[in-house]
Antibody, heavy 120, light 109 residues
Framework: QLQLQESGPGLVKPSETLSLTCTVS??????????WGWIRQPPGKGLEWIGS???????YYNPSLKSRVTISVDTSKNQFSLKLSSVTAADTAVYYC????????????WGQGTLVTVSS | EIVLTQSPGTLSLSPGERATLSCRAS???????LAWYQQKPGQAPRLLIY???SRATGIPDRFSGSGSGTDFTLTISRLEPEDFAVYYC??????????FGGGTKVEIK
């Protein structure tokens, strides 16, 4: 059974960089059939796609966040990571990692999510 | 960028009733790329429907999806207590971006 687990600091100061890692177990991140994505959800609000990465390193970002986002992959560790720079309180959210079936809208496996609060 | 608008914002129904949720796109969306998710408090979203009308693995047949072009619908034929949740539609665009609708909350009347 595929599992995804987010990890990283739960508190980040304004103007700093948010860094999270998603560890994939029960399957290979190097599969040619999937992208690996990050989605966030501010408290009490809806879902926002941040971006996705293919095992080769190709990335696709939400245009509204593109200037601040970097997603990378480490196939040797079966992990992919998110960096979001210059954070503000508006970046406070639960951050989810998920598996996306390639060329599809299907996000079929999700991590449990991790709350990141931006505050001094 | 395609915008997805879900209506109503909140649907108040009783168990056993039928729920009809709407998702309208600002531009035509390929049916192949329209999905629906269910989210309960404190949980990650769960894939319900993909390709506008195909149920994901393990999803009961009381959930059905339909629609094409700019208008899509999620129907729950008879609400069970565990179906009260927030539902999101989502599309996959030509630039490989994903977009979510704002969500519809189905609450117990």
């Amino acid at each position: 059974q595929l599992q995804l687990q987010e990890s990283g600091p739960g508190l980040v100061k304004p103007s700093e960089t948010l860094s999270l890692t998603c560890t994939v177990s029960g399957g290979s991140i190097s599969s040619s059939s999937y992208y690996w994505g990050w989605i966030r959800q501010p408290p009490g609000k809806g879902l926002e796609w941040i971006g996705s990465i293919y095992y080769s390193g190709s990335t696709y970002y939400n245009p509204s966040l593109k200037s601040r986002v970097t997603i990378s992959v480490d196939t040797s560790k079966n992990q992919f990571s998110l960096k979001l720079s210059s954070v503000t309180a508006a970046d406070t959210a639960v951050y989810y990692c998920a598996r996306q079936v390639k060329y599809s809208s299907k996000l079929d496996y999700w991590g449990q999510g991790t709350l990141v609060t931006v505050s001094s | 960028e395609i915008v997805l608008t879900q209506s109503p914002g909140t649907l108040s129904l009783s168990p056993g009733e039928r729920a009809t949720l709407s998702c309208r796109a600002s531009q035509s969306v390929s049916s192949s790329y329209l999905a629906w998710y269910q989210q309960k408090p404190g949980q990650a979203p769960r894939l319900l429907i993909y390709g506008a009308s195909s149920r994901a693995t393990g999803i009961p047949d009381r959930f059905s999806g339909s629609g094409s072009g700019t208008d899509f619908t999620l129907t729950i034929s008879r609400l069970e207590p565990e179906d009260f949740a927030v539902y999101y539609c989502q599309q996959y665009g030509s630039s490989r971006e994903l977009t979510f609708g704002g969500g519809t909350k189905v609450e117990i009347k």
